[in-house]
């Protein structure tokens, strides 16, 4: 039971560069979301999926793109990586037998 | 516009006393309030919950006061330990198939 996991740990980027951050759960959760985390900003919303084939937009979605075609992969896709995005990105995914939502172990993501 | 607040970005306490972490919020329809518990180079960990219905839930060594009127919740840590440090970040939603929005966060630091 792996429960989310988020690859890669660590990556630097250089302005202008894509990338795309993994997310995989194994616990059959619908919903799944991606947050970063900036020092004094605490955890943001940056998108999230209530299912398969549908997502949407959190607080900070400038800058970056989500798809859903699994219950298991939510992907976080950065198409043109600025200094700006430089922070910790977190996947998370909710159990609706409860209210609590399980966290990925992180990326940090450098861009120069 | 901040809807969750955490207004102390640090702590300190002595090992054995009481540690008190407080989050303020703006939205009245929040009905459901968690802390998470965060280590570094680690995601967020579930502490404890609230509902809106309830003033106190504890578990433990852990105990979160809900003040609806105040918009208003605390974190008691009681006794604290070392271990207990950490950054702890207080968050809420608006229904059950919302979204979790977070406060900036609180580093405790328990000292020996």
């Known amino acids: 039971n792996a429960g989310v996991t988020q690859t890669p740990k660590f990556q630097v980027l250089k302005t202008g560069q894509s990338m795309t951050l993994q997310c995989a759960q194994d616990m059959n959760h619908e919903y799944m979301s991606w947050y970063r985390q900036d020092p004094g900003m605490g955890l943001r919303l940056i998108h999230y999926s209530v299912g398969a084939g549908i997502t949407d937009q959190g607080e900070v979605p400038n800058g970056y793109n989500v798809s859903r075609s699994t219950t298991e992969d939510f992907p976080l896709r950065l198409l043109s990586a600025a200094p700006s995005q430089t922070s910790v990105y977190f996947c998370?995914?909710?159990?609706?037998?409860?209210?609590?939502?399980?966290f990925g172990s992180g990326t940090r993501l450098t861009v120069v | 516009d901040q809807q969750v607040k955490q207004n102390s970005p640090s702590l300190s306490v002595q090992e054995g006393r009481i540690s008190i972490l407080n989050c303020d919020y703006t939205n009245s329809m929040f009905d459901y309030f968690l802390w998470y518990k965060k280590y570094p180079a680690e995601g967020p960990t579930f502490l404890i919950s609230i509902s809106s219905i309830k003033d106190k839930n504890e578990d433990g060594r852990f105990t979160v006061f809900l003040n609806k009127s105040a918009k208003h919740l605390s974190l008691h840590i009681v006794p604290s330990q070392p271990g207990d440090s950490a950054v702890y970040f207080c968050a809420a939603r608006r229904n059950q198939g919302g979204k979790l929005i977070f406060g900036q966060g609180t580093e405790l630091s328990v000292k020996p």
């Open positions: 998370a995914s909710r159990d609706p037998a409860n209210y609590g939502y399980t």
